[in-house]
């Protein structure tokens, strides 16, 4: 069974750092383009950061030079790191996994990130 599952939300204050990892199953995974979206109440899912099967990375502008994605292709896992949290943050964080030449994508069930003090 294809699974997505994140870990590493919590709550932390303003200015603090968290590291979400999200581990695959029942896909190749390495081949893939994997992302981290958010999405916020009442705000459209946005997509946070990617990382092809290259390792070419790309941000969105609202968290270059704060977050890190990174993967470790033989733990099938995807990694955000995330410094000089701003309130902004706050959201449900969600792995993707993309795969267009079969129609397919995979989500995780998403992790809350609170960011407050």
């Known amino acids: 069974q294809v699974q997505l599952v994140e870990s590493g939300g919590g709550l932390v204050q303003p200015g603090g750092s968290l590291r979400l990892s999200c581990a695959a199953s029942g896909t190749i995974f390495s081949v893939n383009t994997m992302d981290w979206y958010r999405q916020a109440p009442g705000k459209q899912r946005e997509l946070v950061a990617s990382?092809?099967?290259?390792?070419?990375?790309n941000y969105a502008d609202s968290v270059k030079g704060r977050f890190s994605i990174s993967r470790d292709n033989a733990k099938k896992t995807v990694y955000l790191q995330m410094n000089s949290l701003k309130p902004e943050d706050t959201a449900v964080y969600y792995c993707h996994e993309d795969i267009p030449a079969y129609g397919a994508e995979y989500w995780g069930q998403g992790t809350q990130v609170t960011v407050s003090s």
């Open positions: 990382i092809t099967s290259g390792f070419s990375t």
